[in-house]
T-cell receptor, first 113, second 109 residues
Framework: AAGVIQSPRHLIKEKRETATLKCYPIPRHDTVYWYQQGPGQDPQFLISFYEKMQSDKGSIPDRFSAQQFSDYHSELNMSSLELGDSALYFC????????????FGPGTRLTVT | GIQVEQSPPDLILQEGANSTLRCNFSDSVNNLQWFHQNPWGQLINLFYIPSGTKQNGRLSATTVATERYSLLYISSSQTTDSGVYFCAVFNQAGTALIFGKGTTLSVSS
């Protein structure tokens, strides 16, 4: 069965650079979620989209922005990177916006040096 | 917001032992998921279990929604079961998962 695809899987950036993470949801899933997991932490919700509109926002820094495109893939853009942005970034998708199982991608490991 | 508490925080087992992990949540929920995060960082879906009992091989889970807890049972543990087990529930708007702090399981041979 198709799963959530994230690219790249690993990314190394320097401070103050920008990064773009991509997420391709499971076919026919219209809702995408982004989570950030710092070292030794639990995943924290960043932002979600339903039918290309932002549906909820968590603890996402103003330096980050995201969108969902017409083919339902999503991109997380991160600017002015800081050392503290080093983390695992997960994308998840679900078939509707409420009360449905979320399917997680393999994650993108971002290292900021 | 909803609080999710997992216990124990750490668990060390010998191969072949059984274990029970607990997840308490502070409000009624209509989505609860258990995940296993392996040493490579991948989050693996174990169960989607807002209520009732499910089994998958050596793993089973039970959620008692009215009493606001869920249990994950691991039987005949293997070294490959090592990792962090997370419980997560939907926030009240149903738009994001809130994770517990996890239980770190170490199984030795």
């Amino acid at each position: 069965a198709a799963g959530v695809i994230q690219s790249p899987r690993h990314l190394i950036k320097e401070k103050r650079e920008t990064a773009t993470l991509k997420c391709y949801p499971i076919p026919r899933h219209d809702t995408v979620y982004w989570y950030q997991q710092g070292p030794g932490q639990d995943p924290q919700f960043l932002i979600s989209f339903y039918e290309k509109m932002q549906s909820d926002k968590g603890s996402i820094p103003d330096r980050f922005s995201a969108q969902q495109f017409s083919d339902y893939h999503s991109e997380l853009n991160m600017s002015s990177l800081e050392l503290g942005d080093s983390a695992l970034y997960f994308c998840a998708s679900s078939p509707s916006t409420t009360a449905k199982q979320q399917y997680f991608g393999p994650g993108t490991r971002l290292t900021v040096t | 917001g909803i609080q999710v508490e997992q216990s124990p925080p750490d668990l060390i087992l010998q191969e072949g032992a059984n274990s029970t992990l607990r997840c308490n949540f502070s409000d009624s929920v209509n989505n609860l998921q258990w995940f296993h995060q392996n040493p490579w960082g991948q989050l693996i879906n174990l169960f989607y279990i807002p209520s009732g009992t499910k089994q998958n091989g050596r793993l089973s889970a039970t959620t008692v929604a009215t009493e606001r807890y869920s249990l994950l049972y691991i039987s005949s543990s293997q070294t490959t079961d090592s990792g962090v087990y997370f419980c997560a529930v939907f926030n009240q708007a149903g738009t994001a998962l809130i994770f517990g702090k996890g239980t770190t399981l170490s199984v030795s041979s």
